[in-house]
């Protein structure tokens, strides 16, 4: 049964992706929580949740949700990186420090060391 149950989420990830496309983030946020609760290890229906509730300006959603999604894969860098970028558009530089310092840590990537200059710039202008 487990194996009919990622089909069905795919399927949901997939008319969520369109929703998005067409630009209704509530009824794609409705289909991507339909695909978490059918496999709650499908870490890029985590990932469209929160750029949903992004697009939507809510920032500290979209942390909440990549949270979830940390403790599924915690050694996934995109999260923390995400979980930055979220936190930082919601002015919480000191979060936004402490994600993009684990992403770091987890792999240094170019883009994170660059982010990271960005984050500390605001967050010692505040």
């Not at 929703?19 to 985590?46: E, H, S, T």
Request: net charge neutral; proline share 2%; glycine share 2%.
């Amino acid at each position: 049964m487990k194996h009919y149950d990622d089909i069905e989420a795919d399927d949901c990830y997939d008319m969520a992706v369109e929703w998005m496309k067409q630009g209704n983030p509530d009824k794609a946020a409705d289909c991507l929580n339909r695909a978490i609760d059918l496999n709650p290890n499908f870490i890029y229906a985590y990932v469209m949740l929160a750029r949903a509730c992004a697009s939507k300006k809510k920032y500290s959603d979209a942390v909440h949700v990549l949270k979830r999604a940390s403790r599924v894969d915690p050694a996934f860098d995109r999260l923390q990186f995400l979980m930055a970028k979220y936190a930082y558009k919601n002015g919480d530089f000191k979060s936004a420090l402490k994600f993009i310092d684990r992403a770091i840590e987890i792999d240094a990537k170019e883009l994170y060391l660059l982010a990271r200059e960005v984050i500390l710039e605001m967050y010692h202008r505040r």
